[in-house]
């Protein structure tokens, strides 16, 4: 009876399902072919666009293929122009920095002298290709009476010296004349030069084909060896005197950094030179999500859901540019894949009308009831157009049409009134807030912008300027709102109004005013400015809190009718499909097995402590008790405060409650659950080192100790 006992309660906790397999018919097994054939690349393209559409079916599979067909294009079509706009942002050459490093390089003093290396200190940052712009501007501005060759290591080419010279070689000889010719030289000098990462090589071909200067780039060297980095410029600082090496040294934090990184020795090597970049303080993440919401072509935009998990993304310091565009094109993407609605556009070729599905699932939005009690409430011809509306496929079509051509254009005109409010709020420098987060708090404010926090703050620092600085913060602002390519309401209009506001901002200069001063004159201008672009909304949220007793919240333009087909929400986690994280799901079960048991015994209160923690399975009660420890715990301390906890309380399971009399049948059962809960001590500190959250320490012999491999919560 006890070991069916201990196997039941062992159990308890384990969630057991037992899945039927389907029944195979025997169609089904004349119908699966035999033996799976191996087709091309090209082949299975062909097949993929013959044999139809690879986005699944929408509407229970009822969606008809032609608008499954319109969905996947116009997010081809779509991501193509954005794909142009981010590349033209990311790929700006910064032209100063190439010019002064290739008048560095190929200076008439530039002459290597006897001692020291001549090196390029560049320092870009972690954001700019560098690399790029310099093998770029090296290809446009090619000498033709001076040979050169050019060469860009990266740290996963240099795993050992021997590597790096070698590789260091072979892409001067195969960029200078091809990778035949280096197999060819090679060949050629086997018999006196075995092998084949011996610079001889290099200065043979050096002093064959009179190269003036070989040019090292060394790409990422944060990531270099610090080791195999001071040996290669020990190396190539020696060989100075035979090859005319020119070092070039990207750096992505600071110059300081790298110098603490080698030694003075090495240092003393280098007659290093620094290249700061140009001083653009915009956040490269920034522009690539100003490139894609704050643009004339923009149809689809980005919600306020979205914009904050692109906010936390952009935190992050691992990301980059092409991580942060990837998850941009997966929020579209998923728009498109799954949103039938995205169809709903003028240039469709096709009459969406004709698809019932499409024109039902228009009619189920939560908007359509209030779009048609706002036209009941309008004149005669308002009532009919809703009586057609709602009886009419055709009808309901041209509408949606009209309606989503004016909230594209409203959208616009709000953006451009939070782009004006970013960029006037950094143009005084207000306050130290990251861009994205800037963005987020001026579009959930929306269209209440001049009630917003932003919107004070400005207000509060335009009244505290003095006079010269008020002077400098509108030419700065001037040409700032210029150089920023704010979007126009319209492709007619080319900014009139925009060069209205800013033309007014320049004559406050020169105006006299008795009453009010510039400052004060300049936010008058701000909020008629604003206004002007909110107008609509703002007139329809007046109308409705008329209406009504209570002032109802301000309508954000992102939730207008028909928002669905323009604007893009979230509702599940997106940071769960960009960064999949099965440790919190895994460290929420182990501190929370309430949640996935379903039981009352071990659930926690309103405050989230558990009571009894002696009802914890046995492995979610040794993680609390590791998490109370520090980094290295004594495993022996650990048992005791286990056993202290399970001993009495019954969860050591088997725990006999008709004991003998006498006290060797006590100390009998004493023993007997001081095995079993070693046994499930034993067992839970297995799980753990499974699940890699602990590992065995040598930190103290003859100690039995146990070290955290992970912390909870990261």
Request: aromatic share 6%; charged share 25%; hydrophobic share 35%.
């Amino acid at each position: 009876m006890e070991h069916e006992e201990d196997s039941v309660e062992d159990n308890a906790h384990i969630g057991c399902y037992i899945f039927k397999p389907a029944t195979v018919t025997e169609t089904d097994e004349e119908q699966r072919p035999r033996k799976k054939r191996k087709i091309s690349q090209a082949a299975a393209s062909e097949h993929s666009e013959e044999g139809g559409i690879t986005w699944p079916s929408l509407f229970a599979g009822k969606e008809s293929q032609q608008s499954i067909a319109n969905r996947q294009k116009k997010f081809q079509e779509f991501w193509a122009l954005r794909q142009n706009e981010i590349e033209h942002v990311v790929n700006q050459v910064d032209e100063s920095l190439v010019n002064s490093v290739l008048k560095f390089v190929r200076s008439p003093d530039g002459k290597q002298s006897q001692a020291k290396l001549r090196t390029g200190l560049i320092v870009s940052g972690p954001t700019k290709n560098t690399q790029r712009d310099l093998l770029q501007g090296w290809q446009t501005r090619t000498l033709e009476d001076v040979q050169e060759i050019f060469v860009e290591l990266h740290p996963s080419q240099c795993p050992n010296l021997q590597v790096t010279l070698k590789t260091l070689i072979r892409m001067a000889i195969s960029q200078h004349k091809g990778s035949q010719e280096y197999t060819t030289f090679l060949a050629k000098h086997k018999a006196l030069i075995p092998m084949n990462f011996d610079l001889e090589i290099l200065q043979r071909y050096v002093e064959q084909h009179q190269i003036s200067r070989v040019i090292l780039l060394l790409a990422d060297v944060e990531t270099f060896d610090t080791g195999i980095l001071s040996e290669f410029i020990s190396m190539t600082s020696s060989w100075l005197g035979r090859i005319p090496f020119q070092l070039l040294i990207n750096i992505a934090t600071t110059v300081e950094l790298f110098e603490s990184r080698i030694s003075r020795s090495i240092a003393s090597l280098l007659d290093a030179e620094v290249f700061q970049s140009a001083n653009d303080t915009a956040d490269p993440l920034y522009k690539i999500y100003s490139a894609v919401q704050h643009n004339n072509d923009t149809d689809i935009f980005l919600g306020p859901t979205v914009l904050k998990v692109l906010a936390e993304l952009a935190e992050d310091q691992s990301t980059t540019t092409a991580t942060f565009t990837r998850a941009i094109k997966y929020a579209f993407m998923t728009h498109f894949f799954a949103n039938p609605l995205s169809t709903l556009d003028s240039k469709t070729t096709s009459d969406p009308s004709n698809d019932k599905k499409l024109c039902q699932a228009v009619r189920c939005t939560p908007g359509f009831k209030e779009r048609c009690e706002q036209l009941a409430k309008g004149e005669k011809a308002s009532r009919q157009r809703a009586h057609e509306v709602m009886s009419s496929d055709e009808a309901l079509f041209r509408d949606a049409l009209e309606v989503l051509q004016t909230s594209r254009t409203r959208l616009r005109n709000s953006l451009a009134a939070v782009q004006m409010l970013h960029t006037i709020y950094y143009t005084l420098e207000v306050a130290p807030v990251a861009p994205l987060d800037l963005e987020v708090q001026l579009i959930t404010s929306l269209p209440r912008l001049l009630e917003s926090d932003v919107y004070l703050d400005i207000e509060t620092a335009v009244i505290d300027l003095g006079p010269d600085q008020f002077h400098d913060f509108t030419e700065a602002l001037a040409e700032s709102v210029t150089t920023a390519n704010l979007p126009s309401e319209s492709p007619s209009d080319n900014n009139t109004e925009l060069e209205k506001f800013l033309g007014e901002i320049r004559n406050l200069k020169t105006s006299q005013s008795a009453t009010d001063s510039p400052q004060q004159r300049f936010m008058k201008l701000l909020s008629t400015h604003l206004e002007v672009k909110l107008q609509q909304y703002l007139e329809k949220d007046n109308e409705r809190s008329s209406t009504t007793q209570n002032a109802t919240p301000a309508t954000s333009p992102f939730q207008s009718y028909l928002h669905e087909a323009t604007v893009l929400h979230t509702r599940s986690p997106l940071t769960a499909v960009l960064h999949a994280r099965p440790r919190y799901a895994l460290e929420r079960a182990l501190i929370r097995p309430a949640d996935y048991l379903g039981c009352e015994c071990c659930a926690a209160d309103k405050h989230g402590e558990i009571s009894d923690r002696s009802a914890l399975p046995a492995t979610s009660l040794l993680l609390t008790l590791l998490n109370e420890a520090g980094n290295i715990v004594n495993v022996r301390d650990l048992w005791d405060a286990f056993r202290e906890i399970v001993a009495g309380s019954g969860a050591a399971e088997g725990v006999v409650e008709d004991a003998a009399d006498d006290g060797d049948g006590d100390d009998e059962d004493k023993i007997n659950e001081d095995r079993r809960a070693l046994a499930l001590f034993y067992g839970a500190l297995a799980d753990l080192r499974h699940l890699g959250l602990v590992r065995s320490s040598k930190r103290k012999p003859g100690v039995e100790c146990v070290v955290k491999t992970a912390w909870m919560g990261l």
